[in-house]
């Protein structure tokens, strides 16, 4: 609620009325009146308080008791006075004003402010309006303060019971106003100006449940909804705050700056707890609440008014008509097993999506489905359109992509993976990377990239890529990732800051006599007691702030040559490595095969093709005496 003063109030020309004097307990309700009678406009009026009465008395069952009128002294002690807070205490005020036609005030014309309330009434704010503007006048403190009473009693505030704060909060604007002899406002800062005694709200009883509240998702009106996302299962995690009982509670009276008494309502306790849970969830009492919290990780049950929660699941199918998408957190332990082992449906069905710490499945993994796990074995096979990213993956038939620390395939078909170790125990076409990768038997067409070392057991195809990159699986621990990149920034960066540095350095020096010259001078103007002049300081402060800048600049590329030459020292000491990687094959070379090593730095690749028939097991890069590298047959 905010009343503003404004200009527009003396621009419109308004009929002239005859002041009238009136008592009244509502001057707004009275202006409002008096403007309908004569014809005006209520906001061309204004009024002069002639007389104030504050007026109270105590209710009592059965009796009409009369107001009588307080003292001032007795208004006085109303402020610290237990009456206040009492149910049958009442106070008001009646008012004596002398109402005529507003009139020009010059002196106000760019100043506007307002009074506000907050919900209760019980804080008054007085706001002055950003942009306005006030010049230093005599009695402004006394002007002043007639003015925002006005406007209390517009608005049925009372005045001179809970507004100590007003006239120092007008004093104190008074003194600014004295000193810089004029004032533009640039921001509004509500001023509290009164405050009443503020209740605290009841409490009713009310059960949160957190662990839906976690799962359920808000969904904008104009988001596509995901049907297959149904929270399936709720997964927690120990000490997990799950369900939560508020306790009811009454508030307390209070009593706004109207006057109004503010009973507090009783509380209602219509949600008492009616459920019971196992062991595995803990109980914990306080004041206001009863917590119930988790007490082991898993997913939560619900089942004969009981919650539970357990660690392991054993369903038929993860589809988008039984169950829909499961998604828990990584460190729920939740254990999920699929038992769907026809080969001609899919256990995890297509577009599903699966999160959880171990995942078994009995059968396959459909289109577009994807998994995120710990650990997951996979005893069917994955459609090529798939993905799995387990730090454990244990695959029989693997047709689609795949990420993780360790993997073991016992067929890839054109599939793709990418992990730390790569076990394979056949591969007919697809593409692997990793730091070691050990297969039993190699097809054609596959592409093996590896950091370490690859290791073929048999070979029967041809047209095999091999091939060391000491970045191959950098995204997974973060050894190199894309620091050639950061590097050319870091290079690029560092020559702008080379050559701002040596344009501040360049002004320093150039200023420097002059500097050392003002501050020789200004130290002999302190010391004598002799004003600074304005100019001089100025100049002083524009020279440390520039030898500042400087100093930061300095700083930063300092920095950022430092950081190069850490990542120069990373990418050198992968690059080291590739002379220790090996391509092993225990069988003898069979077709077209390609061995390639790439380097970082000179970034170039060298490659080998192996004869048919070729026996030489173990190749690796070798620098010769001449600078140069080849590819060449070594001992293990």
């Not at 369900?243 to 008492?272: H, Q, V, W």
């Not at 020279?543 to 990542?567: G, I, N, P, S, Y």
Request: proline share 3%; hydrophobic share 35%; glycine share 4%.
């Amino acid at each position: 609620m905010a009343i503003f003063g404004s200009k527009k109030d003396t621009d419109t020309k308004q009929k002239a009325i005859r002041p009238i004097v009136v008592r009244t307990e509502n001057v707004a309700k009275e202006l409002i009146n008096i403007a309908s009678v004569n014809r005006v406009d209520a906001a061309a009026l204004d009024f002069n308080i002639l007389e104030m009465q504050t007026l109270t008395r105590k209710k009592s069952p059965g009796k009409d008791e009369l107001f009588k009128e307080a003292t001032p002294e007795e208004v006085k002690a109303l402020k610290t006075n237990k009456l206040l807070m009492d149910p049958t205490f009442e106070i008001k005020q009646n008012y004596e004003i002398e109402v005529f036609t507003r009139k020009p005030r010059p002196a106000y014309d760019g100043f506007q402010f307002s009074i506000g309330v907050n919900a209760t009434m019980c804080k008054v704010f007085l706001t002055i309006k950003e942009g306005s503007r006030m010049a230093y006048i005599d009695n402004f403190e006394e002007d002043f303060l007639e003015l925002v009473n006005k406007k209390k009693i517009r608005a049925n505030i009372l005045v001179g019971i809970f507004d100590d704060m007003l006239p120092d909060a007008i004093s104190k604007l008074n003194a600014t106003l004295r000193v810089n002899e004029s004032i533009t406002f640039e921001k509004t800062d509500p001023i509290l100006v009164a405050e009443g005694i503020e209740p605290q709200a009841t409490i009713d009883d009310e059960v949160i449940m957190h662990f839906r509240e976690k799962h359920s998702k808000k969904v904008k009106e104009t988001d596509k909804i995901d049907y297959s996302k149904r929270n399936f299962i709720l997964s927690v995690v120990k000490d997990e705050l799950l369900i939560e009982y508020i306790k009811p509670k009454k508030g307390t009276d209070g009593r706004n700056c109207r006057g109004e008494f503010l009973m507090a309502k009783e509380p209602s306790s219509t949600n008492l707890p009616t459920f019971k849970v196992t062991d595995k969830i803990a109980v914990v009492e306080t004041e206001r609440t009863t917590e119930y919290r988790a007490n082991i990780n898993g997913y939560i049950v619900y089942e004969n008014d009981t919650y539970d929660i357990r660690a392991e699941l054993d369903i038929n199918e993860i589809s988008f008509k039984t169950t829909g998408s499961i998604e828990t957190k990584l460190d729920a332990d939740v254990s999920v097993k699929v038992k769907e082992a026809d080969i001609f449906k899919d256990a995890v069905g297509t577009g599903m999506e699966v999160e959880v710490s171990e995942l078994e499945v009995e059968g396959n993994i459909g289109p577009n489905a994807s998994v995120y796990a710990k650990r997951v074995r996979v005893d069917g096979q994955t459609h090529k359109s798939s993905f799995i990213n387990a730090d454990d993956l244990t695959i029989n038939v693997h047709k689609g992509k795949a990420k993780g620390l360790k993997a073991h395939i016992t067929r890839l078909e054109q599939g793709g993976i990418i992990a730390n170790e790569v076990d394979i125990m056949q591969v007919i076409g697809g593409n692997i990377k990793a730091k070691e990768v050990v297969i039993d038997l190699i097809g054609s067409n596959a592409t093996v990239t590896a950091s370490k070392r690859i290791e073929i057991k048999k070979m029967q195809g041809s047209e095999n890529k091999f091939v060391i990159d000491p970045l191959a699986v950098d995204s997974l621990d973060d050894n190199v990732g894309n620091k050639e990149k950061d590097l050319d920034e870091l290079e690029e960066k560092i020559k702008i800051l080379k050559r701002e540095v040596d344009k501040y350095s360049a002004l320093v020096q150039k200023n420097e006599n002059t500097f050392l010259d003002i501050k020789r001078k200004l130290i002999h103007y302190k010391k004598n007691n002799i004003r600074l002049p304005e100019a001089f300081v100025k100049h002083y402060k524009q020279f440390q702030k520039v030898q500042m800048h400087l100093t930061e600049l300095q700083t930063e590329l300092e920095d950022k040559k430092a950081k190069r030459d850490r990542l120069n020292t990373t990418i050198n000491a992968v690059q080291d490595n590739i002379f220790d990687a090996r391509v092993i094959n225990r069988d003898k070379w069979v077709g077209y095969n390609e061995i390639r090593f790439k380097l970082i730095e000179p970034p170039i690749d060298i490659v080998y093709t192996p004869v048919e028939g070729d026996e030489n097991t173990i190749y690796a890069l070798v620098k010769t005496e001449d600078d140069e590298y080849i590819i060449k047959a070594v001992k293990e």
